[in-house]
Structures are given as structure tokens and as C-alpha cells.
């Protein structure tokens, strides 16, 4: 899969990990499209790499994800892969303070974008017997205190991943998640101030506690997700589908 012929579409791909696997996949010769709710953004991902395309879209919105395959028909005519990668990490809070509204928003943004994305993007993989990479964490592994609909929702994941593998396994498709750990730059530390507040610790007590989760003792690199989900995508990996395949140090407990 080295020629340009190639289309890969990632939600929320103009940060965070979903730009870095856009500019591995651009770097090798693939066609990027990224969808993002943050207009700057984007503009920030274009300025640098003028020839990835993209939707400004907020994709917990029908309208927003049917002008996301509007444009990708109109620029490329097809699909080859499909990386979902929105979420947002929901409240950190006993499962008694969070509210019905804060539950509905994370379970919208993580797992309803993944459905209204796949639904539009399967027909196309159908016809290149494409990929679709699914962002998971090893919180869909794990239980997660004080992170109910964040772990909710990347549970489910995994269970529509090995579903939807077997739905298109006839057709040549391919479907994977990814379950990372926690992942170096400004969400996690967001996350940690939360933690610590919900604790009463210091930050740096918590996060030298998501350090000692995994056996490597270390946060992971987005870039090292992204030559993952390139791995994924590859001829290398042609028997490999309906797998959730962890990146974090290998996670020994989520509880503390």
C-alpha cells in the first residue's frame, strides 16, 4: 500500500495522536484527509503540510459526517482506511457525582461518533478492502476509577471492533483497535490535575502513581501509535484483524 492511490481518513487528526499518524501515513506516501472540530487547528496541520485535505466537523453531528465523505468522494472517490480517533477523557469523578449530562456527552463524542463515522465509511472500505483503526486505551482493558463513561465507552469499542471484524471479514476488510496507556502531552496532564484534585494528592504524587502502572514505567509516545496503526494497515499484518492490541508498557492495574 505505497502509492498515492491510497486514502486514509482520521477524525480528530489535526492533533494530538490523530496528527501524528496523519503526517506518518502522508510521510509514506498516502493520500490524508483529516476531519476536526478545532478550525486553528487544522489550519496549523495545513500551514505544515499543505497537501493533506480537511473537514472542519464536529463528527457527533449527522451533518457534519456526511460533509466529511461529501468531500472525501469529491477529492479522492474512495476509501482505503478509516482511523477513529476522536474522545475526549470525561469527568474524573466518583460514579456518584457524575451527571447525566457529562455521562452523555463523553458516550456521544467516544463511542456514537465512532458508530455515525463507521456506518458512512464501511460501503468505501467494502469496495478497497480497506482497514479501519479504532481508538481504544487500556482503560477498555482495565477497569478506570473515577473515569465511568470514558471506560464505558472504550469497552464498547473493542466489543464493535471485533464485531464489525467479523461483519467484514468476507469483504477483505480489516478492523483493529488500539489501546494506548497514557500518552505524553497536554491531555494527560489535564487528566492528572483532575485525578489529583478528585484525590486530594499533588500532581505530581498522581502522576508519578500512572507511571508506576506499567511494567516500562513510562508514558507513551504518539508517534510510536502512529507506526502502529501504519503496522496495522500493511501487508505485514494481512491475518490480523478483531484484535485489541495494547501500547502502554504493559498496564499491570489502572486502581491505585
Known amino acids: 500500500m505505497e502509492n498515492k492511490q491510497n486514502v486514509i481518513l482520521i477524525t480528530a487528526g489535526a492533533s494530538g495522536i490523530g496528527c501524528a499518524i496523519a503526517r506518518h501515513f502522508w510521510s509514506r506516501n498516502y493520500n490524508v484527509?483529516?476531519?476536526?472540530?478545532?478550525?486553528?487547528a487544522i489550519d496549523r496541520l495545513l500551514e505544515e503540510i499543505p497537501e493533506i485535505t480537511a473537514t472542519c466537523a464536529d463528527v457527533t453531528c449527522l451533518e457534519d459526517v456526511d460533509r466529511v465523505f461529501e468531500d472525501i468522494t469529491k477529492l479522492y472517490g474512495g476509501l482505503n482506511i478509516v482511523v477513529n480517533n476522536?474522545?475526549?477523557?470525561?469527568?474524573?469523578?466518583?460514579?456518584?457525582?457524575?451527571?447525566?449530562?457529562?455521562?452523555?456527552?463523553?458516550?456521544?463524542?467516544?463511542?456514537?461518533?465512532?458508530?455515525?463515522?463507521?456506518?458512512?465509511?464501511?460501503?468505501?472500505?467494502?469496495?478497497?478492502?480497506?482497514c479501519m483503526i479504532n481508538m481504544s486505551s487500556n482503560a477498555g482493558l482495565f477497569g478506570c476509577p473515577l473515569r465511568s463513561p470514558y471506560t464505558a465507552a472504550k469497552w464498547a469499542i473493542i466489543g464493535l471492533t471485533k464485531t464489525w471484524a467479523m461483519e467484514l471479514g468476507a469483504y477483505g476488510v480489516r478492523v483493529n483497535a488500539l489501546c494506548p496507556g497514557s500518552v505524553e502531552g497536554p491531555r494527560i496532564d489535564k487528566v492528572i490535575d483532575l485525578d489529583a484534585q478528585a484525590r486530594d494528592l499533588s500532581s505530581e504524587a498522581v502522576r508519578e502513581m500512572y507511571l508506576n502502572q506499567n511494567s516500562l514505567g513510562v508514558f507513551v509516545?504518539?508517534?510510536n501509535i502512529a507506526q502502529t496503526a501504519y503496522f496495522l494497515c500493511s501487508p505485514a499484518a494481512q491475518h490480523i484483524t478483531g484484535q485489541a492490541l495494547p501500547i502502554d508498557g504493559h498496564t499491570e492495574t489502572l486502581s491505585s
Open 33 to 40: 484527509h483529516v476531519c476536526d472540530i478545532d478550525s486553528s
Open 86 to 130: 476522536v474522545g475526549i477523557a470525561g469527568p474524573t469523578a466518583a460514579v456518584e457525582n457524575i451527571s447525566p449530562e457529562q455521562w452523555n456527552h463523553t458516550i456521544n463524542v467516544d463511542l456514537n461518533s465512532i458508530f455515525y463515522v463507521t456506518r458512512k465509511a464501511v460501503p468505501m472500505l467494502k469496495a478497497s478492502a480497506g
Open 221 to 223: 509516545d504518539a508517534q
